[in-house]
């Protein structure tokens, strides 16, 4: 604007000046502008804002491990896009941090708080007592408290039908399952597997082995050799970051005709070249459907199960394999899975 075309606006500052006191005076007072009650100001003189659910995630292994502490975080992750929540996860490999990093969430008002993995079922059962307001979760865990929850899969239902595929694949007639630590679902899962595979050929041969870390892939990867080098076409790794040392193993055995399993997560795509498939839990739907009924206030402490039948539990075969698996034992593995689901076909592991 040039100078003259600003001179009217002046002359009417003094007006507009005093109707914005006005405004703020009024605003001060606790009434707004259209006439209707304003919020009362908290103690800062703010008007709070509706706050977001905090949830929050103890794991024992890096999120990145293309397995099971991974698949927690997506769940993480799929809470705060589909209900609004304010994340946070921690990383606690040792059993002594297990009660601090529980607490420390409480502390800080999270609502709720998962420890993925059956070792923070006891951590659980001495904290939860101390923050009543605070929900706490274990992942294959057992404590129940009012404000606890064990939160389990029947992984036994996908890892039978690996078994099945097992015996229907190896020449040899011997398969290597190598765990993390003997946790009891672990356990439960591996006894499964060898369930699955006997109910073929009752003299199938799988020998089982555990790691003692979740993290120690050059472990892991020696006991799969060993294995290999003892008559095994087929390793099943259930050891989180460490089973990654296990596929390495393979991958350089490929040319013998030796093959793999992943488990937890989708794995397939990790060594495409010798995963036959992947006994899978869909952990995000998991921590999903708990978070609403804690969000929605149906929150019950009892032991939350899924299996099959409620799509969390499934086979992922690898398409890019799929003629090395007989038509026979893709019968066999289809039989048993409608059995399954159908409640006609128990599998205890």
């Not at 923070?120 to 129940?144: C, K, L």
Request: hydrophobic residues 45%; aromatic residues 6%.
């Amino acid at each position: 604007m040039t100078g003259r075309e600003d001179r009217p606006w002046r002359a009417l500052a003094p007006a507009v000046l005093c109707l914005l006191l006005l405004a703020a005076s009024c605003a001060r007072q606790g009434e707004a502008p259209n006439g209707a009650s304003a919020p009362a100001p908290n103690a800062a003189g703010s008007v709070p804002a509706a706050e977001a659910m905090k949830v929050g995630l103890l794991v024992t292994g890096p999120v990145n491990d293309d397995g099971w502490n991974q698949i927690a975080w997506e769940g993480l992750q799929r809470i705060e896009k589909e209900l609004g929540a304010q994340i946070s996860h921690q990383l606690t490999e040792r059993a002594e941090q297990f009660e601090e990093g529980f607490r420390g969430y409480a502390r800080q008002g999270y609502r709720l708080v998962f420890g993925h993995g059956a070792e923070f079922s006891d951590a659980i059962a001495r904290v939860a007592p101390e923050f009543p307001d605070t929900i706490f979760v274990s992942t294959g865990g057992r404590t129940a408290l009012a404000n606890a929850a064990p939160l389990n899969a029947a992984m036994e239902e996908a890892t039978y039908l690996l078994g099945i595929l097992a015996a229907g694949v190896s020449k040899t007639g011997k398969a290597g399952q190598i765990g993390g630590t003997e946790l009891p679902p672990v356990k439960k899962a591996f006894d499964a597997f060898v369930a699955g595979a006997k109910s073929v050929n009752p003299s199938f041969e799988v020998t089982t082995q555990y790691v003692g870390s979740w993290t120690n892939a050059n472990a892991a990867k020696e006991m799969a050799l060993a294995r290999i080098r003892q008559g095994a076409d087929i390793l099943f790794p259930n050891a989180d970051a460490a089973g990654l040392g296990v596929f390495q193993a393979v991958k350089e055995n490929q040319a013998k005709g030796v093959f793999a399993f992943g488990a937890n997560k989708n794995q397939n795509d990790i060594a495409p070249e010798v995963i036959l498939a992947s006994a899978v839990m869909d952990v995000p739907e998991m921590f999903l459907r708990l978070a609403r009924e804690v969000k929605e206030g149906a929150f019950k402490g009892e032991p939350h199960r899924y299996g099959m039948k409620d799509g969390v539990i499934s086979l992922v075969m690898n398409p890019a394999l799929e003629a090395k698996i007989p038509a026979a034992t893709r019968q066999k593995v289809e039989e048993a899975k409608q059995g399954i689901e159908a409640g006609t076909l128990k599998v205890d592991g």
